[in-house]
Nanobody
């Protein structure tokens, strides 16, 4: 059974940095993508960024130059590095897997992790 487990959320001051982790288990395919999505109360979930072996795809212009992703295959872990965080980045972040390439459509991803909360506040 494929599972994703996120961690690393928490409270950070505006301008600060935070790294979210997604530990992946239960599958052996070698061509897959991990997307990060976020949601705030009252708004639809939005795609943020995705990584596959093809590279990184940004779905939000506002995070370009501030967010990036990396992988540690030895730990089956994908990271979302977030720098220069601002109040608009505060949200509930979830990761999700898609076989092969990235997609901006959240329905293309399965399964999803349980998510982690990011709070940006002074």
């Amino acid at each position: 059974q494929v599972q994703l487990k996120e961690s690393g959320g928490g409270l950070v001051q505006p301008g600060g940095s935070l790294t979210l982790s997604c530990v992946i288990s239960g599958f052996t395919e070698d061509y897959w993508a991990i997307g990060w999505f976020r949601q705030v109360p009252g708004k639809a979930r939005e795609g943020v960024i995705c990584s596959s072996r093809d590279g990184i795809t940004y779905y939000l212009d506002s995070v370009k130059g501030r967010f990036t992703m990396s992988r540690d295959n030895s730990k089956s872990t994908v990271y979302l590095q977030m720098n220069s965080l601002n109040l608009e980045d505060a949200a509930f972040y979830c990761s999700a897997r898609r076989l092969r390439r990235c997609s901006g459509t959240e329905n293309a991803y399965r399964p999803w992790g349980q998510g982690t909360q990011v709070i940006v506040s002074s």
